[in-house]
Every structure is written in structure tokens, then in C-alpha cells.
């Protein structure tokens, strides 16, 4: 049997459906949902992206001629500071699930950059500029966006925290694991180092997270290079428990002997070499610092946990985190009501803090690196910037630079 319609009338059925492929039509038409393939990655809210500035933050900026890029771990956000060649502030932002680790590969114009829920991803961003099309018009400046190139899964349990390209090979800390490992263009996550206090007879203990090494400050290669843990052995009480043993247990393993070198630390983070010096971030006090004949040395203490370092010639840029409430303890040498989530410009050779952006409503830094402002000058999302600009980006465009295979 036919089942007919007087004209005039309307189907119900047919009605209802109508409306259902509607509402499938208009789904994922935001660029932000479709390049992080997060549904609320276009429900930022503006309210994170508020900042004040002290001191000679964009004059400091500015003349560094570079874009500086931090992840938000809690907030989902990556956000990129830069001034533009009018000397105008830009602050643009990429949302992406809980990222952490982040690293530029400034040789090739390319940014790695750790996302931690699960399952793990590495996202590759590269910078774009837009293709002469009839049927779009395109934006009037050409600032170079970076936009996510690709992207590759991992086990959630590697827990990824910090990135580090190690003899231009990419490697991140496998929290998870105890473990460093070496993430090969084949999709792998192979470990290639670890701590010598995880090895048993079976072998070494890959199966749960007991040291929380979580940085690496990258040298030419494993042998020379160092990683820092809260702890340098294995125990019952392991990272997350809320009476893990912090104050003053952390260390710097090195590569080469694979036993500590440095002691006395609490909470370290984002260890880095300059000059054959290591700095690391002594989060629990929210110093920054370098090693000295085995021995940590405050440089700069600042209002907040201190995680992310990079430097720029005598500049270091270090992120400072609010304390989450649960894990107080943790940072036995902070305020609490004065931390506060931010980005500090620092003059290495005097201590001085020369300038500092931060955001009221911020909770989280992870981690902190730069590209040159020539190469890109932030991401494709800003604040008040229509959709329709970010379409017409997203609709046509080509990379700027190729990855080091040249694929």
C-alpha cells in the first residue's frame, strides 16, 4: 500500500526527518570541532583568553622577534602570543584535549605537541597560507596560522608529559612507563631509556607509574642528555597518592650513568639545557634554577608551581601554574592564594624578572616553547574573530614548509 498526502498537507513523518537531517547538516561546521575532532572545541570560554601584562612583557617580546607557544593542560587550549610587525599584541588560541608536552622543531617550521587524554595523541602542526581561490575570498593579511598537520594515536598509558626532539628525533617522557620514549614516524612509542633503580630481574618495570619522570632536557643524543623524576626509586606510594613523599625528593637522572646526579628537588619540571648548563623548574617552591657542580641553585622565585622553560638567547620564559587544591602538598614552598597562572619573561644573567602576561580566570602551564614570529605569527583562532574569516582559512590552503623526510 501507497501511503499519499492530500496536497497541501504535511507528512509528519517525513517532517521529523526533515528536521533530524537538518540538524546532521548543520553538525561539525566549525573549524575548531573538525581540526581537534572535539565536539566542544568551539565552546571556548572567553573569559580564559583574558590577560593582564607587567612590567616589559610585549617591548620583551617584541624585540625576540618571536611567537611564543604554551599549553594549558586543564583548559584545553594552546595558546600563541606574538607582536605583530604594526607592534600590535595578538594572542590566538588552538583548543585541544588536555595538552601537555610541547616542542618546536624551528629547522622545519613544525610543532609536536602532546595530547593526554586517552588514548594519547601526538598532533603535528605545521604553519599554512591560503590558496588563490575564485570561490572564496581570501583573508587580507597572511600571518602564517598554524593548523594540525596530522595526528597519531598512543596507548593512554604511556601518560605523555614532556617532548623533546633528541638528534632531531622526536621522544617524550612515557610517565607511565618510567620510561623515555622514542615515537618513530611509523606510529611506535619505543623505550629507549629509563632510570636504572626500575630494573628487576624480569626486567624493567614498564607496567605503572611510580617515579614521575616527567622532563627532558635533550642533548645531541640519550647519552647526553638528563631527566628529571619526584623520585628516584620505586616504592609503595607512588605519584597521585596524596602521601606520596615530595619536599625535596625529586632528582635529575643522567643519561650516560642513568642514576641521579642531582638531589634536593621538589616537583621538577621542564629541565633544559643552555649552554651545557642544566635549568630546571623547582615546582614545588616556583623556582627556576640551574645545577651548579651537582647542586641546584635558585636563579628566580616566582609567584606560582613552575612548569615550562624555554629560552631565548639570555631570555627565559617560564610558565607558572596555580596549585590545584588536592595537591597542596605537593608544593610545600608556594602560597597558595598568591599562585597564579602566567607566562614570566626572565633575564637569566641578573635574575631579572623583565615582564609577565597573566591570566586571571587560568588555572594550568604545561609547556612553554617558540617559533620565529617570521615563520608564523600564532594559530588560526582569536577571540572575536568571525567564523566565517576562520571558513574561508580552513577551505583553501597549503602548507609553508615540509617536514624533514619531505613528505
Not at 176 to 205: H, Q, T, Y
Not at 245 to 260: H, L
Not at 264 to 280: C, E, K, M, Q, Y
Not at 371 to 381: D, E, K
Request: charged share 20%; proline share 7%; glycine share 8%.
Amino acid at each position: 500500500m501507497i501511503h499519499r498526502v492530500a496536497p497541501g498537507l504535511t507528512d509528519p513523518k517525513a517532517s521529523k526527518l526533515g528536521g533530524l537531517w537538518a540538524h546532521h547538516h548543520g553538525q561539525w561546521r566549525d573549524p575548531a570541532q573538525v581540526v581537534s575532532q572535539w565536539r566542544q572545541a568551539a565552546e571556548v570560554d572567553s573569559r580564559l583568553l583574558q590577560y593582564r601584562v607587567r612590567g616589559e612583557w610585549w617591548s620583551t617580546l617584541a624585540a625576540a622577534r618571536l611567537t611564543l607557544l604554551i599549553t594549558r593542560e586543564y583548559e584545553h587550549l594552546v595558546i600563541a602570543i606574538s607582536v605583530t610587525e604594526r607592534g600590535r599584541p595578538a594572542v590566538t588560541y588552538h583548543p585541544l584535549p588536555h595538552p601537555s608536552g610541547l616542542v618546536a622543531d624551528r629547522a622545519h617550521g613544525l610543532v609536536y605537541i602532546a595530547s593526554t587524554r586517552n588514548p594519547n595523541q601526538i598532533y603535528e602542526l605545521a604553519p599554512v597560507r591560503q590558496l588563490p581561490r575564485r570561490d572564496v575570498r581570501a583573508d587580507a593579511t597572511d600571518d602564517r596560522p598554524l593548523i594540525p598537520a596530522r595526528s597519531r594515536f598512543l596507548p593512554g598509558c604511556l601518560y605523555l608529559h614532556d617532548l623533546e626532539l633528541i638528534g632531531d628525533v622526536l621522544h617524550g617522557n612515557a610517565v607511565g612507563m618510567n620510561a623515555v620514549v622514542r615515537l618513530d614516524e611509523s606510529g611506535a612509542a619505543i623505550p629507549v631509556w629509563w632510570p636504572r633503580s626500575i630494573e628487576r630481574k624480569s626486567g624493567p618495570f614498564f607496567e605503572r607509574n611510580h617515579l614521575q619522570l616527567n622532563s627532558i632536557a635533550a642533548g645531541p643524543d640519550l647519552e647526553t642528555s638528563y631527566f628529571s623524576a619526584s623520585t628516584p626509586t620505586m616504592s609503595r606510594r607512588r605519584p597521585g597518592h596524596l602521601n606520596f613523599p615530595v619536599d625535596r625528593r625529586g632528582v635529575i637522572f643522567s643519561g650516560a650513568t642513568r642514576e641521579p646526579i642531582v638531589e634536593g628537588l621538589t616537583r621538577p619540571h621542564s629541565a633544559r639545557l643552555r649552554d651545557g648548563v642544566i635549568w630546571v623548574d623547582n615546582s614545588g617552591y616556583g623556582e627556576l634554577g640551574r645545577v651548579v657542580d651537582g647542586t641546584f641553585e635558585p636563579v628566580v622565585r616566582l609567584p606560582g608551581w613552575t612548569r615550562g622553560l624555554s629560552f631565548a638567547g639570555d631570555i627565559a620564559f617560564v610558565g607558572t601554574s596555580r596549585v590545584i587544591p588536592r595537591f597542596r602538598r605537593y608544593a610545600p614552598g608556594l602560597d597558595q592564594a598568591r599562585s597564579e597562572c602566567g607566562v614570566h619573561a626572565i633575564d637569566v644573567r641578573s635574575g631579572k624578572i623583565l615582564g609577565a602576561i597573566t591570566w586571571p580566570q587560568g588555572n594550568q602551564i604545561f609547556a612553554i616553547d617558540w617559533l620565529p614570529t617570521a615563520v608564523t605569527s600564532g594559530f588560526a583562532f582569536r577571540h572575536g574573530r568571525s567564523a566565517s574569516t576562520r571558513a574561508r582559512l580552513f577551505f583553501a590552503f597549503e602548507p609553508v614548509t615540509r617536514r624533514p623526510n619531505g613528505v
